[in-house]
């Protein structure tokens, strides 16, 4: 998580970090050091992207894996239920109102109907 919290404060910063340690931090390449305060800072902002990802790619397989009914419902030209339109839109909307990790990990998939 280092890494990518020095990585939110500066794109273009290289670095090694040693033994996953903030106190053992070298600068590359002119790369300007950046405090272990700000980089402690960005922790938090950092683990919630991190729990949204998590959370977007196990939305992302369960739509993916119900797509095929979707295709086969448009080749044969039939219509979907609107419960199976519902759950797919509630999987699309699931990040929108999780702001903490705490409710990322609190949070409960739709049942597929």
Do not use: C, H
Request: net charge negative; hydrophobic share 35%.
């Amino acid at each position: 998580m280092i890494d990518k919290a020095i990585k939110s404060i500066n794109p273009n910063a290289e670095f090694i970090i040693v033994e996953d340690n903030l106190d053992n931090i070298e600068w590359l390449n002119g790369t300007t050091p950046i405090s272990k305060a700000d980089i402690e800072a960005k922790f938090s902002e950092v683990e919630l992207k991190i729990a949204l990802e998590d959370l977007r790619e196990k939305r992302n397989k369960l739509l993916s894996d119900s797509d095929w009914q979707v295709t086969m419902a448009k080749e044969k030209g039939t219509s979907l239920s609107t419960a199976f339109k519902n759950w797919r839109q509630a999987l699309r909307d699931a990040t929108d109102d999780l702001t903490t990790v705490e409710e990322i990990e609190d949070y409960t998939f739709p049942t597929k109907p």
